[in-house]
């Protein structure tokens, strides 16, 4: 999940002046609010941005689609799909004025597919490619062009193509370059290919402006990661998220990982430390950060056999996940990660309610506010503290079909399995969660 919550955030920014907020144009707003979310984390500052910029170009598809998309990661739903749909509606009138214009349909791609229209999705990607290959064909250096289409051809899980698609931008010195290899990174170790995508994310550094602040904390952020979750090499990983927050100590994405990173070299107080100070950064921030740092701060002291002050960690982020609980009651997320808390503080009968009405109000699973497979998964681990073994089964095997991928669910099923003293395919079950990147 966090991996899908980290793709949404990057396939944003590639879609994507100080003046007096009465002379801002449009394009203005856009730019704070990309602004708001990338650099700032704040969906509520990202939000009353792209409203404004809504509000002077009422007919800009690309600017409903990110409303829409603020709105999916608030976990407000609803309000989401009426911006889908308005964004949808402009692009067929885009399109009409123009049948060639290659971004609207690459646009057209990604609203559908948040529209839960998997099929039109790739038709309208599928279109993209077409024309921008027409485009390459008669400007075969257009080095932006390039970087389009491997973006595009990443989006229909064609890697291979992709990859040297984005070479070719690089080749072509695009302004993206950095980016280019940056993605690049993260497409080979998605494939295993760590030591060759560690070499990208250092390439992608050095495309990549000291005065580029942004750009360069995003491509430390996908190595430190891919340290980290991928190569199993937490102590380099832990190197390159300091060296994310020199370029910014207020850095929350950086300031989060680091704090899980000293947990898994069982640096548990440190760990917990780092999350405090989340805790007080992220004072006026979203909901989901201030409820993440409270669990992570709770895992690290109950790991750390400091019990009593965990459950006060716990309920903590209950507390606050109950503010997005009352402010939207079918919000996906809010759910899931309270049936989480719950879950830690052992209250599971408490948690399953929670994970079942995750699961009831979800959206379609590839949306951005789902937690569908996560709250299937929440859902197995209380059935199984509760003896409910087959039950626990049958919500893993829910988990695995929405996202095949899922570690946690392949390592709930063994569980499951060597509960119901299915031994062999257990152990079939925890290899799979293994090759997968499991972790306890």
């Known amino acids: 999940m966090k991996a899908k919550f980290a793709l949404a955030i990057l396939a944003i920014s590639m879609l994507c002046t100080c003046a007096l907020a009465q002379e801002m144009t449009a394009k203005d707003w856009s730019k704070k609010g990309e602004d708001e979310l990338f650099n700032n984390s704040s969906f509520e500052g990202a939000l009353q941005a792209f409203n404004k910029a809504v509000e002077l170009d009422s007919t800009n598809a690309t600017l409903w689609l990110h409303k829409a998309q603020v709105h999916e990661f608030m976990g407000d739903r609803s309000t989401a799909v009426e911006a889908y749909n308005e964004a949808l509606n402009l692009t067929e009138e885009d399109l009409q004025k123009n049948p060639d214009d290659a971004d ?254 995750s699961i009831e109000v979800s959206p379609p699973s590839l949306a951005i506010s789902s937690a569908s497979d996560a709250a299937w998964v929440g859902r197995g681990d209380a059935m199984l503290k509760l003896g409910r073994n087959k039950e626990a089964l049958e919500a893993y095997r829910q988990a695995i079909e929405i996202f095949p991928l899922d570690g946690d669910a392949w390592h709930g099923k063994g569980e499951a399995l060597q509960a119901l003293g299915k031994r062999i395919e257990g152990d079939w079950a925890f290899q799979m969660a293994e090759k997968l990147g499991y972790r306890e």
């Open 104 to 357: 609207t349909w690459w646009n057209r791609g990604v609203i559908l597919d948040s529209l839960d229209r998997q099929t039109e999705a790739k038709e309208a990607r599928e279109r993209a490619v077409q024309v921008y290959n027409q485009t390459l064909a008669d400007s075969p250096e257009d080095g932006e062009t390039w970087f389009k289409i491997a973006e595009v051809l990443g989006s229909l899980n064609r890697n291979e193509e992709a990859i040297d698609a984005y070479e070719k931008s690089i080749e072509m010195n695009s302004s993206k370059a950095g980016i280019a290899a940056s993605t690049i990174s993260h497409l080979l170790a998605w494939e295993g290919r760590y030591e060759e995508a560690l070499v990208a994310s250092d390439k992608a550094l050095n495309l990549t402006s000291p005065d580029n602040i942004q750009d360069r904390k995003m491509v430390l952020i996908i190595k430190g990661n891919i340290l980290a979750e991928e190569a199993k090499r937490p102590e380099e990983a832990l190197q390159v998220f300091d060296e994310a927050l020199k370029l910014d100590p207020r850095d929350r994405t950086s300031l989060m990982y680091r704090a899980s990173v000293l947990k898994d070299l069982h640096r548990y107080n440190e760990s917990a430390e780092v999350y405090q100070k989340a805790i007080e950064l992220f004072s006026n921030e979203s909901n989901l950060w201030k409820t993440n740092a409270w669990i992570g701060k709770g895992d690290a002291l109950n790991a750390n056999g400091r019990k009593d002050e965990a459950l006060e960690a716990y309920r903590s982020a209950v507390e606050v996940i109950e503010l997005d609980i009352q402010e939207n009651p079918e919000n996906s997320r809010a759910w899931e990660r309270k049936g989480r808390a719950l879950y830690k503080m052992g209250e599971y009968e408490e948690a399953l309610e929670a994970f079942n009405r």
